[in-house]
């Protein structure tokens, strides 16, 4: 396969799309062939579970933070890191949530993590706040939106070029110094559209070094689609349209949290040690899309895409020769080591520089048709993806002096001299999806292949120039194939039931170049899922069942994740997952055949999920620990029940909404038997469970006049205090009671 990354050099910038549209065939409009909606507003008709949050509801929220929005949708586990949701924790039917490494990401239907096949870590994330909507697709209907098929899909979709002209300002400032401006501007002429979006959101943190410096964050980003098209009424509608992203952050974020003594005392302390920490990072995405529509029924998407993401997150990494879960387990046995990370006492610290830079890069063509054969209506979609994406890991271990509570560089180290890698991944990927209705009945089969190569080479910590003198390498490559079918029923024009049985897959990672570790196999598992979606005069509700049964499923190795960092992979054999996701809203004030002035909606979501282990096994280490497994083992950091609310007022110029956001207790090791807590006479290394906590946040706007609105939100109404995480490295708080105003103008 390494004829791809030649042929893929040849479209740096040819790609938006990717995915099927769910678009009236006959009546598609020149300037919505660009359209990436995969579920939008026609949910019932797709062969599993999809939610689409559209703009009217992201306006009301208000939230930049993509957890507090996730939140209310069912099979959604998400662990809070940073407080701002900048690098979201994501995963969906029990997937893993580091980094949101196993759920397929996209931005407008593309991939958007740095590197999603040789480095899957989301360590990039788009800005939030420029989203008019997003997508979470899971079931038997995701084989198209790859590469990972296991737990599901989230799509983001970004400002979408307006009708004619309009704009969009918005202006806010909150605790913490948190302030927010936005600004986009757009129109639509007989051949040429165009949008361009502005936006920068900063913080100083709400956490507190001892020095009194800044721990916040400054994002800065830059979006515009250009796009070309024919006139509505030629005889072959196409269009062409360029898009463009240049992101930007500065974070004062550190890996490590803390102690539960220090926790309990205050809980948005950060240690003396962590002051030189800091995360700088870019992301640049250009890509291309050409869709046209050659003949009624049909439409046809080519896409090319490239992004180049650096990041670099140096932070402190041991502490007077102590490695930092070593001291957190034990502060009293490691009582000097704490002192330097705390700045109490004089000492080396040692710092590390994790340099590295991503390239993505791919061309996909999909295309789908329609056409009616007496009563059965048929739609054929295909896609094609060539991609090829690399991890370039160029780390710098430097040291440290902690001198009266100041950290001073005294050896800045070579580079590479950490970690010296390259990881490469080409794919080719394709699949085939055939919905037949009859009457009220849709039979959608289909299937997905993914054939992958992998190389990775390691140049050892001692070779910074790369000559290859202690070159360390390995490939592997593979094939799947991945069936799955979806069946839909209109029992009546309120009722709707789905059930579907696919495949799922996760690539395997790198290829290991270990004598100690075997290589990890793919993981793979049979999903079945089997639900119902009811909407009826103001009131909708939908239930799902659904059983992931892994054939293999895989363990991690990640700091972030409490591992070592190898980035490494463990087979860990049988596994199964299964549960309920159920959700509910309705008005309140519904009056039936009328339209209400005033509106009081309400809504729940609710997910069960049990995940256990089917094997007994001894792990190889990582995110899940050394040592034996056994068959009934709990999977760490699923949590079983999480439960959502939310109540909103509607009325004329004013709107508001309380949302309750419960996570439940959530085990963070593998194993059964006895849960135990942080504590006091705890030891770190041995708690594996954390409490349950309730999170409420509180949202309003108000129309003052024409389109300028003003607003506010209240985060973490209550002031909880709860541990919200233990990684990576100690315990970790929410975002304490802050409060936001803004104002908004649409024009």
Known sequence: ?????????????ITIQGVAQKVELDSIKTNELTSVTIVGDRGKSIPGSGLYINKAKLEQLNQPNINNVLRVVPGVNIRDEEGFGLRPNIGLRGTPVNRSAKITLMEDGILMAPAPYSDPSAYYFPTFARMQGVEVLKGSSQIKYGPYTIGGAVNLI????????????????????????RVWVGDSHQNFDYVFEVNRIASDGFKELTNGANTGFDRRD???KLRWHTREDAVVPQSVTLKFVNSSEEGNETYLGLTYQDYQANPRRR???????????SHQHL??????????????????YYATTFRDWARANSFGGQGINAILNNPSAQMTAYQIMTGQANGAVDYQSAARTYFSKGLQWNAAYGFSTEKIYHTIQVGIRLHADQADRFATRSTYAMTDGTMILTNAGVKGNQENQLRDAQSLAAYLNYDVQFDKLKISPGFRVEKIDFQFQNFGNADNARLGTALRSAENGLSIFLPGIGF?????????????VHRGFSPPGMPSVSSTTGQAKVETSVNYELGYRFEKEGFSSSLTGFLNNYDNILGSDNISGGGAGTGDMFNAGNAKIQGIEFSLSYDLLHTKGQENKVRLPVSIAYTYTSAKFQDTFVNGGGDWGSGQINRGDFIPFITPQLISGIIGFESGRFNANLIARYTGETRVKPGQGEVIYPSDIVAFSDVNALRGFLIMDLSANYRVKGGLTAFSTVNNLTNSKAIVAN???????????????????QF
């Not at 050409?290 to 090319?304: C, E, F, Q, Y």
């Open 1 to 13: 396969m390494r004829f791809l990354s030649l042929f893929m050099g040849l479209f740096l910038a």
């Open 158 to 181: 970004s400002t979408a070029i307006p009708d004619s002209f309009s704009g969009f300002a918005q202006v806010s400032y909150g605790s913490f110094n948190t302030n927010q401006q």
């Open 222 to 224: 830059v979006m515009g």
């Open 271 to 281: 240690y003396a040690g962590t002051q030189r920490d800091i995360l700088d990072m």
């Open 287 to 304: 890509s291309l899309t050409h869709s046209v529509r050659p003949a009624k029924g049909l439409v046809i998407n080519t896409t090319g």
């Open 488 to 500: 839909t029923y209109d029992v009546s024009q309120d009722l709707n039931l789905f059930a579907g």
């Open 727 to 745: 990684l990576p490295q100690g315990y970790r708080p929410n975002l304490p009671l802050s409060l936001n105003l803004g104002l908004k103008l």
